[in-house]
């Protein structure tokens, strides 16, 4: 996130002796990205991070693909995903390619027994049903219905999940996720006509550190490849940091929507970007006020992206019998639009309160052999009347 941020205890000056009450000195750490160019933090150990008792069993948990060339208009039934008791084992992978992984999971259990770390990718965890707090290195994030929960590459985290009903969308992206550099000034603050500020980004507030020695199970994720490593020093062993590489929280109901006279097209949806797939967020909103404007979307050629539609809650006034937890995917190289009737339904209507994730991914996806169970039948002929 590219604001600066700090917790803890950190020395005046970086890269120099900055003793502990017991007079052993901090260990320091640079967390980055992108080399030694991207965003970075410093962090303050209690010992270093670097000291493995063991590595252990190694599972491969790369998704098998259905078909490897396809260009099908599909749905699916995301609530239908099983709820399991781990956090690693509900997560299913529904729809990929080399650019993103977008996930469903419905855990049960809080994330407490081992920790884990996606060492591949920066983590998008959208917040569909449950409460709870995300734990990890750099501090503790409470988490709500809506939010977006922004876990950077490397970091090490649990959840605590309040009760068992738990729902997530997960994107993980394999290339660093940003706010639309075109609301952003020079000097990167949120311009004025940003459909956010940076009032709406949470931080980690509370800083747990533990001084612990024994036996901590990090599950580390790496080319799609779960390694058992187990450290001899609690990961949460952190007594202070800055910098601008941190997890964060942001409301998907925060999102101040950009209306018009007439209908404008999904960039103003927009709330992260990356090189390869952006993430919009569909709020409730009023309609577009020209006294004949149809609020309704024209029907569109998305040629070079495919375009995935996650319903979260309201209406979707655009498609017809949509349920909670619905995706749609909208494959590049053919038009879509309305439904039949929702074109002409619009018309007149003066607001929506329809609440959706879409991810437009440059490249195309592909859908998993665990998707296919999921899937409505006949989706792509339910433009027929
Ligand atoms: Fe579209």
């Given at each position: ?6 917790l803890?205890?950190?020395p ?32 303050y150990h ?6 493995v008792?063991?590595i252990?069993?190694r ?11 396809d ?9 239908d ?11 299913v ?8 992984h977008i ?102 507030e ?8 024994g036996?901590?199970?990090v ?19 952190v007594a ?11 409301s ?42 149809i ?12 375009e ?31 439904h ?5 339904r619009?018309?007149g ?37």
């Amino acid at each position: 996130m590219p604001f600066y941020h700090k917790l803890g205890k950190i020395p005046h000056k970086r890269h120099t002796v900055f003793l502990q009450e017991n007079g052993k000195i901090h260990h320091e750490q640079l967390f980055g990205t992108i080399g030694f160019d991207g965003m970075s933090s410093l962090l303050y150990h209690l010992q270093p991070p670097t000291i493995v008792k063991e590595i252990g069993n190694r599972i491969d948990l790369n998704p098998e693909i259905a078909f490897e060339k396809d260009m099908q208009m599909r749905s699916l039934k995301g609530f239908d995903v099983p709820p399991k008791d781990d956090f690693i084992e509900s997560r299913v992978p529904v729809l990929i390619n080399s650019d993103c992984h977008i996930v469903l999971a419905s855990p049960k259990k809080s994330l407490r027994d081992y920790f884990y770390k996606n060492a591949d990718a920066d983590e998008v965890i959208f917040i569909h049903e449950g409460t709870g707090t995300l734990r990890t290195q750099l501090g503790n994030i409470p988490f709500s219905y809506g939010d977006y929960l922004v876990v950077p590459r490397g970091m090490i985290y649990q959840i605590d999940f309040d009760s068992e009903a738990n729902r997530l969308l997960i994107i993980e992206s394999f290339h660093p996720i940003y706010t639309p550099k075109r609301y952003r000034n020079h000097f990167g603050q949120l311009l004025e006509h940003s459909p956010f500020c940076e009032r709406d980004f949470r931080g980690p507030e509370v800083l747990e550190t533990f001084d612990e020695e024994g036996e901590f199970l990090v599950k580390i994720k790496k080319e799609g490849i779960l390694y058992d490593y187990t450290y001899q020093h609690h990961p949460f062993n952190v007594a202070g940091w800055d910098g601008y590489n941190f997890p964060y929280a942001f409301s998907i109901h925060d999102f101040e929507p950009i209306t018009g006279r007439v209908h404008l097209p999904p960039p103003i949806h927009q709330t992260f970007e990356t090189s390869a797939f952006v993430i919009c967020s569909f709020v409730p909103r009023l309609y577009d006020y020209h006294p004949e404007a149809i609020p309704s979307p024209y029907n569109h050629s998305n040629i070079d992206s495919d375009e995935v539609l996650y319903y979260v809650d309201g209406d979707f006034m655009s498609r017809n019998n949509i349920e909670r937890g619905q995706i749609t995917l909208h494959p590049g190289g053919i038009p879509h639009g309305p439904h039949p009737g929702a074109y002409e339904r619009s018309i007149g209507k003066k607001e929506t309160l329809e609440l959706a994730v879409m991810i437009d991914t440059f490249k195309p996806l592909k859908l998993t052999k665990q998707a296919l169970g999921l899937e409505f039948k006949d989706y792509y002929k339910s433009w027929l009347h």
